[in-house]
């Protein structure tokens, strides 16, 4: 194991202001007021159902705040981090405000849980309440942090027990690999719930787990000591900056209370052991220590609880009559406004010139946004090596132009990928990243926390951030890939909101959706037909400048008999079974969605109410596909338009087999289309 | 007033036990006990010779008593005193970091001066780390009464009789 380092001892009971104490005991005091009185408050039925008391960890709080310089480093806190926040400056007031769920509350507008706390105007990101979710953030802000030159830190918050969660481990391996100026606390008070350390990991101070890696300091200190955890916490921080460098302080706290409002662990903690933790009551002991080394007398302390007592009061009088947020306010900044095109308003276009491949649009799209936003990122594996360029080379020739410090590989850790996007994304809002968030659409699912993390962020900080990223995924079947190269996922994420999904089907469209997802703010899930790159079908002219508004759809052949409503892969499928068609004397029109996520409804209307015979087709499932969410919305909206059931066409409830005679019977063809258009067309 | 005092936490249980064991193994009244909880610059200065009960608290740390006297000991000259530790930890559970408290307490007398005596070898025990270990030996005396608590009156006689030639 590696040495610690010895850590400067500058601050003590005898050499720190008395200005500079006076204000720890304030802050400690109220804090401590709030920790005991939050209870109260759901007794009541006012609120604060969630809280997670911090009573013992109080030392390792009020240092992580006091080193925090507010719009310059960057603050995630967990859900345990009352003191950590006012340490940061949020206000007594805005705690209050956040634990009953106030419209004005900082962090989410009474959107996220209370003991959540935030204020993205100062750096204090919103966070989620997965433990060690947020270290990937740090990581991702601190790459920013280091790009762009700055002496700051990101600082991550987080219990013990999160060492368990694989993300953390990306995290702290990521950090260590780019050498990033980062710090994880982990406040370790034993127990994660219920759960003691010792069914965690086999190590009691989880933090030396890591300690084989490379460029990564490990501090301990005693975070129910207030000059302990101040020695460690501006060590860690200096080392950082310095070295840039990541930094683990594991604190040594003690959990006076039960886990939170729903735990009571009276019923896993014996009688000796509480006492043995309250016995080491951080603010009880700070206070001894002022009296002790006479730097307060008992009367001077006394009059700041008193104080403290008044302040609660007033506060806790104000938060109650400041406004509750209203219902019509839920559909609020579930998506950021998106980049709108002034010159291709419909995404449709009149350009000439040869035919470009699918795979081409998208490689110069992506070259010539990064030529015009200098503040643009691409990251994913097989991202760069030499002439390699992402999975498919889509990417190809970006490192060489643009340079390892906006191009590069990420570690095969998907969740790293997408959650180190959403952390970049905080530093700025000039910035836009698109990462190829796995080599495959398969192997995309150990990035669906981070994926339902970035899909939050902006409902949940009530509008004050999006993570402004485009995930490209490589997906679809059709190239003999089995169960793990066949994938597409849409189905699976379009119930969750906050993200555009886009699911272009030929080369303009793919590029002009890219320019829009990069010039957005949001999140946008690009999903590339990956068996269209190299197609001759999916070439087409591409102006360069082209841009495809999102939601909207596009006819790609006009008829009068039947809609077919597609996407994807199955757009040429269902272009091909209309020609067929035609040859039997039907007028099939075939639109194009485009977007899944908006949805033009309007066009849908448009085209329904001229053919009034509608199918569905995807690859996707046909069971819990997206088409089912469409027959519904036409048969609720268009059911008296409508001269025959709503058919849908996709692929059989079955993961997709390898053999091409299992993958030509599990996914549609053009002759399945055929053969359900034209049992509709005769009903 | 005796020229040695041993110092612990009256108001400990276990370690308050142990203390007495070594107070006895003295001869009863050869040292002066005084309460960890109350110690201040004045004892220090005062007495020539130490014994201090430092048991190991959570994870290797100092008890709150004896972590909040250090700013005061530091500032304290223990040229041509002299120091003996011993402490309660547990190998079982707590392995990596088995009475790590006398090692701190131990840098902490070193670094202003003093003389550590009492050292014990470490064979008997097992544990993964200690910040107590020197080599082969413990800078002090390490008891364990959660796992070898049958051992202790032996270890204690065995201690004071060490002690009573280095001092």
Request: aromatic letters at 10%; one cysteine or more.
């Amino acid at each position: 194991m590696k040495q610690e380092l010895k850590i400067p001892k500058e601050y003590s009971i005898k050499k720190t202001s008395k200005e500079t104490l006076e204000k720890w005991y304030w802050l400690m005091s109220i804090g401590r007021a709030i920790d005991e009185k939050a209870p109260n408050y759901l007794k009541q039925a006012i609120g604060w159902s969630y809280h997670a008391p911090y009573a013992g960890h109080d030392g390792i709080q009020l240092a992580v705040g006091q080193v925090f310089e507010k719009n310059k480093d960057h603050m995630f806190l967990y859900y345990r981090d009352m003191l950590t926040a006012l340490s940061c400056g949020i206000t007594p007031y805005e705690i209050i405000l956040n634990g009953i769920s106030k419209a004005t509350d900082p962090s989410s507008g009474g959107r996220h849980m209370s003991n959540h706390f935030a204020k993205p105007e100062f750096n204090i990101h919103s966070v989620s309440s997965l433990t060690g979710n947020h270290t990937l953030h740090a990581v991702g802000v601190a790459r920013a942090i280091k790009f762009y030159g700055d002496k700051a830190v990101a600082i991550s918050n987080q219990g013990e027990s999160s060492v368990s969660e694989g993300f953390v481990y990306e995290a702290f391996n990521g950090a260590d690999k780019e050498q990033l100026p980062v710090i994880f606390v982990i406040q370790d008070n034993g127990y994660g719930i219920s759960v003691p350390k010792k069914d965690q990991t086999a190590q009691r101070k989880v933090a030396n787990n890591f300690s084989g890696f490379k460029n990564l300091r490990i501090i301990h200190c005693n975070g129910k000591d207030v000059f302990d955890s101040m020695n460690a916490m501006t060590e860690a921080k200096k080392y950082a900056i310095e070295e840039s460098k990541p930094v683990i302080v594991q604190a040594n706290c003690v959990r006076i209370h039960s886990h939170s409002n729903s735990d009571d662990h009276l019923l896993y903690r014996s009688e000796a052991e509480r006492n043995y933790v309250e016995d080491y009551d951080p603010l009880a002991k700070f206070r001894r220590m002022l009296l002790r080394y006479e730097r307060f007398t008992e009367e001077e302390l006394t009059k700041i609880e008193e104080d403290v007592k008044k302040e609660l009061k007033k506060i806790h009088k104000e938060a109650l009559s400041a406004p509750d947020p209203t219902p019509e306010s839920i559909s609020d900044y579930v998506l950021p406004e998106p980049y709108v095109s002034s010159k291709y308003p419909e995404g449709l276009h009149e350009g000439q010139g040869d035919k470009k491949k699918l795979i081409t649009a998208l490689n110069e799209t992506l070259k010539t946004e990064f030529r015009e936003n200098p503040d643009t990122f691409i990251w994913g594996q097989d991202m760069a090596n030499k002439d390699k360029g992402g999975i498919f080379n889509v990417s190809k020739g970006m490192q060489k132009e643009f340079g390892p410090g906006r191009v590069f590989n990420a570690p095969i850790a998907e969740d790293f990928i997408v959650g180190t996007a959403n952390g970049m994304s905080r530093y700025n809002e000039k910035i836009r990243i698109v990462i190829e968030g796995a080599e495959f659409a398969d192997y995309f699912w150990p990035a669906m926390e981070q994926y339902i993390e970035a899909s939050h962020d902006y409902w949940r900080s009530n509008g004050k951030f999006s993570p402004n990223m485009t995930i490209r995924l490589a997906s679809g079947g059709y190239i003999g890939g089995g169960l793990y190269h066949s994938q597409t996922i849409e189905g699976s994420l379009v119930s969750i909101p906050g993200v555009r999904i886009v699911y272009p089907s030929f080369a303009d469209d793919a590029a002009g959706l890219l320019r829009t997802a990069i010039r957005s703010k949001g999140v946008t899930m690009f999903m590339e037909p990956k068996a269209l790159y190299q197609s001759p079908k999916a070439a087409t002219i591409v102006p360069d400048d082209f841009e495809v508004p999102f939601g909207k759809g596009r006819i790609r052949r006009e008829g009068s008999d039947m809609t077919i409503i597609t996407y994807g892969n199955a757009t040429h499928l269902s272009l091909d079974a209309a020609e067929m068609l035609e040859k039997d004397g039907f007028s099939v029109e075939v639109l194009d969605l485009r977007s899944l996520i908006p949805l033009d409804t309007e066009l849908i209307y448009k085209s329904v109410n001229k053919t009034n015979k509608v199918l569905i087709a995807h690859e996707d499932k046909l069971f819990g596909g997206f088409g089912g969410e469409i027959s519904a919305i036409i048969s609720e909206k268009l059911f008296e338009f409508l001269d025959g059931p709503v058919r849908r066409v996709g692929s059989a409830f079955t993961p997709v087999g390898f053999n091409p005679i299992l993958e030509r019977a599990i996914l549609p063809d053009k002759e399945r289309i055929y053969k359900i258009a034209k049992e509709l067309l005769l009903y | 007033m005796n020229k040695t005092a041993i110092i612990y936490s009256f108001n400990t249980q276990k370690s308050k036990k142990i203390s007495e064991k070594v107070i006895d193994a003295f001869g009863g009244s050869k040292v002066d006990s005084i309460n960890a909880e109350e110690v201040d610059k004045k004892v220090i200065e005062k007495y020539d010779q130490f014994i201090f009960s430092v048991p190991t608290w959570f994870d290797g740390e100092l008890p709150n008593y004896w972590d909040e006297f250090i700013p005061d000991l530091e500032e304290i000259d223990l040229k041509g005193k002299k120091f003996a530790l011993f402490g309660l930890g547990d190998q079982k559970n707590y392995p990596e970091n088995f009475c790590d408290a006398i090692g701190i307490m131990a840098e902490i007398i070193e670094g202003l001066g003093g003389e550590l005596v009492g050292q014990t070898s470490a064979e008997g025990y097992k544990f993964e780390s200690s910040r107590a270990l020197r080599g082969d030996s413990f800078v002090g005396l390490p008891l364990d009464q959660e796992n070898q608590a049958r051992l202790t009156n032996e270890r204690v006689k065995r201690w004071v009789d060490q002690l009573k030639k280095e001092f």
